[in-house]
Structure formats: C-alpha cells, structure tokens
Nanobody
Framework: QVQVVESGGGLVQAGGSLRLSCTAS????????LGWFRQVPGKEREFVAA????????RLADLVKGRFTISRDNAKNTVYLQMNGLKFEDTAVYYC??????????????????WGQGTQVTVSS
C-alpha cells in the first residue's frame, strides 16, 4: 500500500504562481513514477504532468506546457508541480498519483495505482 499526500493548493490571482508538493510513502520512493491530474465538478479527471522514477522522463499536457513544470527530489521523497502564469481555467482539484511501474508514466489515469485526496487550486480572474 502506498500513501499519497498533496499540499500547496490555495487561492491565487490570474497570472500568479503556486507550487504543489506530493509525498508518497509505503514503497521505495525512488522506484515510483508520479503524476498530477486535475478535476473540476462535472468533468473527467484530466492529465497534467508526470515524471519517471529518476526524473529523466517527464510528460506535460499541451494545455500547461510552457507554464507548468514537474520535478522531484528523491532525497525528500517529494514531487513538485510548479505552476506559473495561472489562468482561471486552471482552477480544479489537483491530484497526485503513483505509477508503481516507474519508467515512462503515461497520461492515462487508469495506469496509476494509488491516489491522494487532492488539493484545491483556485485562480481568480
């Protein structure tokens, strides 16, 4: 079993920045790939970003390329989602998820095995 915990959400004005953090415990952290997804009420969960076990492979959704970056610090068992140039449409609950395969994480939520409870990001226009 892997426990996943997100933090760092909040309220920010359009154009501002936030950094989300995700920790995972219960497995060797540096063997895990992690991803970020987001969801608004009434819509399906949407892929945002993912990173492989060693950070050597990253994937970003087209909607966030050039604004968001994903990184990890295995010494701190933490993955980060740096979000710059936030837009109103980025408002959502952001979820961190673990892919125990670890190598080249996909943008398909079905490939992820464990999920956090989510953190709310609200961007005011």
């Amino acid at each position: 079993q892997v426990q996943v915990v997100e933090s760092g959400g909040g309220l920010v004005q359009a154009g501002g920045s936030l950094r989300l953090s995700c920790t995972a415990s219960g497995r060797t952290f540096n063997s895990l790939a992690l991803g970020w997804f987001r969801q608004v009420p009434g819509k399906e969960r949407e892929f945002v970003a993912a990173i492989s076990w060693n950070g050597g492979y990253t994937r970003l959704a087209d909607l966030v390329k050039g604004r968001f970056t994903i990184s990890r610090d295995n010494a701190k068992n933490t993955v980060y989602l740096q979000m710059n140039g936030l837009k109103f449409e980025d408002t959502a609950v952001y979820y961190c998820a673990v892919d125990t395969y670890g190598v080249e994480p996909t943008g398909d939520a079905a490939d992820y095995d464990y999920w956090g409870q989510g953190t709310q990001v609200t961007v005011s226009s």
